[in-house]
Structures are given as structure tokens and as C-alpha cells.
């Protein structure tokens, strides 16, 4: 449910902010598309075509690679 995910969304950003010191908002504008595309990464070697088609529609042209599977996963890629 919404109200859950925020509450969990809310407790991240808290405990990460104790971390480092980071402006939210732009936090908030990049966090969606971010999980999205960890999602296809980890989904990739078991459903390897819809994760494709997926990441072709959605973040081929913003992360500038030609497929998922040459992403890096621990590479953090802000421009979604």
C-alpha cells in the first residue's frame, strides 16, 4: 500500500540524512526511475527479454547504454 511505502520511504531518507546531508526533493525526483532500473537489473538474468523491452522504452535513451545487461549495478546513474 501507498501509505506503507512512504512510511518506509520517509525512515530511509531519516536514517540516510544521519549519513550524509542531501537536499530531498532532488533525492525524490531521481528515486523512482533508480529503483526501477535496479529492479530490470535483478530481474534481467531470469526474465532477460522483458527486462530489455522494458529498459528500452524507459532509460535506454537517459543512461546511454545500447542493453540492461551492460549496466553496471553498483554504478549509481542520475540521469533518468
Given at each position: 500500500?501507498?501509505?506503507?511505502?512512504?512510511?518506509?520511504?520517509?525512515?530511509?531518507?531519516?536514517?540516510?540524512?544521519?549519513?550524509?546531508?542531501?537536499?530531498?526533493?532532488?533525492?525524490?525526483?531521481?528515486?523512482?526511475?533508480y529503483v526501477l532500473i535496479r529492479l530490470l537489473q535483478m530481474f534481467a538474468p531470469y526474465l532477460?527479454?522483458?527486462?530489455?523491452?522494458?529498459?528500452?522504452q524507459l532509460f535506454k535513451n537517459s543512461v546511454?547504454?545500447?542493453?540492461?545487461?551492460?549496466?553496471?549495478?553498483?554504478?549509481?546513474?542520475?540521469?533518468?
Open positions: 500500500p501507498f501509505s506503507l511505502r512512504e512510511e518506509f520511504l520517509e525512515h530511509y531518507i531519516v536514517s540516510a540524512r544521519k549519513i550524509k546531508s542531501f537536499n530531498k526533493r532532488e533525492f525524490l525526483k531521481y528515486y523512482y526511475s532477460p527479454f522483458i527486462t530489455e523491452v522494458l529498459y528500452e546511454g547504454q545500447n542493453s540492461l545487461h551492460q549496466t553496471k549495478f553498483t554504478t549509481i546513474q542520475t540521469t533518468h
